[in-house]
């Protein structure tokens, strides 16, 4: 076990030696990042059915926990689009207490997962399953943006995904041109802008252009402060959320899916640091920091956050290379809140809605959901019913279905990729091979593959074949990797049907691990040690060993 699992990655930073030109990367990239995240915050949390200072509140606080924590040197934690649809669907059923009691039992849940080092199984969850939700959360994003970026003013939006359309069909006379111009110009800064300068976001001119235009041409278009009032530059005093059990109840699910959606998005962000620096995250550390990030945003009044994959890019690509840097962009925002926040107010929310049609683009993934469409069918299908699911039925719901029916789907192909024969004297091309000459009364009964319970009727049909169980069964194991108890079970079954029928059965090739498996399980015991032999030649010296016997006590008696 290595020793370092769960130490914080800016200890590694600080034992192997921190130096002053370090410092100084690490201080302009978080820099940087500080102002790419500022209307990014205020934009997500706009989305997700929260206050503007409270996406602030949340980038400063599990920003700089995430980073003191992480097992990644460059993760750059905060709120991001994943989390839109979950926290708006909270939000609007059970209001902000609701929203903070499932963020601290995530935080909770992610903890546990850390300890229990399941850092290292997050990340089997089928890719599929991955751009399937990934792709409809960016879809719904975009739908929901929809009124702002056209400046079409509506009573009440319908909560389902085609209402919400047939909505703005039906309201689409009442676009606003100055709306439109503005999220279109937003989208082409943003767009365009990285060609003549990388180091300035393309967010933050955007913003200043757009509400530049807005307070100097009077144009008359929502911005922050009309529909939220007054952004407060005061950092909220810490207080504990009203968490009851019917709550706990109730949002159990939920809070599930903020666990698993922040333990993948920060596991696959620091997969992507890893690529871009050839440096190794601690995962399983790394799920503890956004654990703890997550329980203590709520006490300030913040909302889920996870590891950051954009920002994280960002920061690696204007140098940053330590934790330090992630401190440095928690109060780069910090900074900005308290000195600037007042100013947030006078953002045009076309530009917020035009921002967050760019975030949706990058998270679309079109490219990907677009090349898995060439896959296996079984792969297509939970790619497309996960993406269906998120889009017109809930991400929680598209999440389990995505995982159980990819599970599924897997453990079937496990299943056909395990063959069970009876080896005869001569091959299919009628030449003798390797077991040729076995003894009259002696089968082997040979099994290729993992025997699991998706193989057990594939075993049992086999067994079928015998119109009676041989003087002699050789099962020959040396080609399975593992067995489950469904197979320990089937090969009880054989055992007693075995001694009823007066069949003696011997194993062979059994590997180490299949091995404890049997002896944890007793049937080493019920078959006896001496009949488990390490090959098939020893298992066949065996049997002809049994059957001298057989005949020597038959003529005796």
Known sequence: ??????????????????????????????????????PLSIAIAIASGAKPEQGLITAFVAGLLISLLSGSRVQIGGPTGAFIIIVFGISQKYGYDGLAAATVMAGILLVIMGFMRMGDVIKYIPYPVTVGFTSGIALVIFTTQIPDFFGVH?????????????TYGQNYTNTSPYALILG??????????????KRLPGTLIAILVTTGLVIWLKLPVETIASRFGEVPNRFPAPHLPH????????????????????????????????GMLGTKHRSNMELVAQGVANIVSPIFSGIPATGAIARTATNIKNGGRTPFAGIVHAFVILMLFLFCGKWAGLIPMPCLAGILIVVAYNMSEWRHFKRLLRSPQSDVLVLLLTFGLTVLVDLTVAIEVGVVLAALLFMHRMAESTHIDIIHDNDQNGRPHEYAGVPEGVEIFEINGPFFFGAVDKFREAL????????????????????????????????????????????????????KTFHKSGLVERIGLENILSDVSLALAHAIVILENDETAGRKS
């Open 154 to 166: 509506l009573i009440s939006t319908p909560a389902h995904f085609a209402a919400k359309w047939i």
């Open 243 to 274: 968490i009851t059990i019917d709550m706990i109840i109730q949002l159990a699910s939920p809070a599930i899916t903020i666990a698993l959606l922040a333990g993948i998005e920060s596991l696959l962000s620091a997969v992507v640091a890893d």
């Open 184 to 197: 279109l110009l937003t989208i082409l800064i943003i767009r365009l802008w990285p060609r003549f300068d």
């Open 464 to 515: 079928l074949s015998f119109k009676k169980l041989p003087k002699i069964l050789i099962l020959r194991m040396s080609a399975v990797p593992a067995v489950d108890a469904s197979a320990v079970s089937s090969m009880e079954r054989l055992i007693k049907e075995a001694k009823r029928d007066g069949t003696h059965i011997i194993i062979a090739g059994v590997s180490h691990k299949v091995f």
């Open 1 to 38: 076990m290595n020793k370092h699992t769960f130490e914080p990655k800016i200890i590694s930073v600080l034992r192997e030696g921190y130096s002053l030109p370090s410092l100084g990367k690490d201080l302009l990239a978080g820099l940087i990042v500080g102002i790419v995240a500022l």
